[in-house]
């Protein structure tokens, strides 16, 4: 079946602008993770979703950034007020429980510049 | 929190050699997890492996748990093979409900003709 998908694929916004990120998981996948990876590191962990609910949030840098999956399957990450520090590839996962067994499998990315 | 280490941080093999990629963790963990993520930035998991050996065509990997560190084993390296090759592991101490991962830097790998 289908991966995990995202949109868009490359945003660029100017500082200070609000944008949207959207993931869409692997159907019927409970558990959704977003990271973010900048240039030559690691991705890093910002929230988690089991379900509808923000179960771990611990990784959100600051309050201009927030996600929400409101029925359970396509999340999206906001941020307000984007900043040139927020530019960096945007990763979402999905895992098929909430069991920390399970493999996690990540969409493309969002690749977000902000001018 | 947890800290990963890997080594090497880059390495350049000529097509067909072998190769090692190392993964020390500082912590004791529940998962741990080989992803290969290529030039166009996708990543793929290739094992998880929080304890013991698999394997998977030419690669294999091995976790000591004990002594805090995985092996990820490249045979007969392809071209294909390039790219970069992250270790990422959950916290055995994480809070309740908690699944993430926390990445290494990374691996870049390139196989030449």
């Known amino acids: 079946g289908a991966g995990v998908s995202q949109t868009p694929s490359n945003k660029v916004t100017e500082k200070g602008k609000y944008v949207e990120l959207r993931c869409d998981p692997i159907?019927?996948?409970?558990?959704l993770y977003w990271y973010r990876q900048s240039l030559g590191q690691g991705p890093e962990f910002l929230i988690y979703?089991?379900?509808?609910?923000?179960?771990?949030d611990s990784g959100l840098p600051n309050d201009r950034f927030f996600a929400v999956r409101p029925e359970g399957s396509v999340s999206t990450l906001k941020i307000q007020r984007t900043e040139r520090g927020d530019s960096a590839v945007y990763l979402c996962a999905s895992s098929s429980t909430s069991e920390s067994t399970d493999t996690q499998y990540f969409g493309p990315g969002t690749r977000l510049t902000v001018l | 929190g947890i800290q990963v280490e890997q080594s090497p941080p880059d390495l350049i093999l000529q097509e067909g050699a072998n190769s090692t990629l190392r993964c020390n963790f500082s912590d004791s963990v529940n998962n741990l997890q080989w992803f290969h993520q290529n030039p166009w930035g996708q990543l793929i998991n290739l094992f998880y492996i929080p304890s013991g050996t698999k394997q998977n065509g030419r690669l294999s990997a091995t976790t000591v748990a004990t002594e805090r560190y995985s092996l990820l084993y490249i045979s007969s390296s392809q071209t294909t093979d390039s790219g970069v090759y992250f270790c990422?592991?959950?916290?055995?101490?994480?809070?309740?409900?908690?699944?993430?991962?926390?990445f290494g830097k990374g691996t870049k790998l390139s196989v030449i003709p």
């Open positions: 990422a592991v959950e916290d055995s101490y994480s809070g309740a409900g908690s699944y993430q991962l926390t």
């Open positions: 159907s019927g996948h409970t558990a």
């Open positions: 979703f089991q379900g509808t609910g923000a179960a771990d």
